[in-house]
């Protein structure tokens, strides 16, 4: 039950990140760059400072990995520059489709046989980016779908790559912590198309340290639970991108 919670948890806090992109960029509030920049930097002081308090003013620099802050770094930084044309219901479903097709598919990869749920998830998964990308008055951008698509791979590689992590918290404060150096690069690149407001910071922030720093410690939480748990964390999946098609299909 803590695994499953912890995951239904972990995914609204992903979905809450797409509100908070989608709105600071609709109203530009912000740029995707500041936007993915402050995220980040927020995310990473949000979890350093909470590992200290749990730690007695202690932090482990030894937990995360480069490859993991890369992953993050991509996820991040696509993910923003996407949702300057997508709308919040698609890209969420852009990203959990791509998210759920990497992940199946790497298992495929390594010789393992799917069961049954996980067929159906992979099914849904294609499908609805299918059905996305059929000529209609509300079809995506192809670059904002392609972006998207790139973030939730970008996702995917996180996740699979968090599986070993024996903290999560740890291995996720050093993660964000790790993507500074990107950070850096991404901002001098765009500095000269900065747009900042208090508006945007803020919404940068709280997406930064709880719908993704304390989102994605829960879900690295999540992942070692759902070794054992497999098929009910695809069940989840599944029915919580259901969830998502039928408010697309209702907006």
């Known amino acids: 039950m803590k695994t499953i919670l912890y995951t239904i948890i972990a995914l609204v806090a992903f979905a809450g990140n797409s509100v908070l992109c989608r709105y600071a960029l609709k109203g530009d509030a912000i740029d995707a760059s500041s936007f993915t920049s402050?995220?980040?930097?927020s995310g990473a002081v949000f979890l350093i400072a909470l590992v200290m308090l749990k730690n007695k003013g202690a932090f482990n620099f030894k937990g995360g990995s480069w490859s993991s802050a890369f992953y993050l770094f991509v996820y991040m930084v696509t993910f923003s520059y996407a949702y300057i044309t997508l709308d919040t219901g698609i890209g969420a479903l852009i990203l959990f489709g791509a998210?759920?097709?990497?992940?199946?598919i790497f298992s495929i990869v390594k010789g393992k046989k799917l069961q049954l749920?996980?067929?159906i998830g992979l099914i849904i998964a294609f499908a609805g980016l299918a059905l996305l990308l059929l000529p209609s008055g509300s079809a995506p951008s192809l670059m904002g779908f392609v972006l998207m698509a790139i973030s939730g791979i970008a996702w995917g590689g996180y996740t699979l790559a968090g599986k070993g992590a024996k903290n999560p918290l740890i291995a996720t404060s050093n993660n964000f912590l790790k993507t500074a150096p990107f950070v850096i690069a991404l901002f001098l690149f765009?500095?000269?198309?900065?747009?900042i407001s208090n508006d945007g910071v803020i919404l940068a922030i709280v997406s930064g340290a709880l719908t993704s720093g304390l989102g994605y410690a829960i879900w690295y939480a999540a992942l070692e639970g759902l070794k054992v748990t497999q098929v009910r964390g695809f069940t989840i999946n599944c029915a919580y991108y259901c969830f998502l098609w039928w408010c697309y299909f209702h907006q």
Do not use: A, K, N
């Open 38 to 41: 402050i995220r980040l930097l």
């Open 99 to 104: 998210v759920q097709m990497t992940m199946v």
């Open 117 to 119: 749920i996980e067929w």
């Open 190 to 195: 765009t500095f000269d198309s900065t747009t």
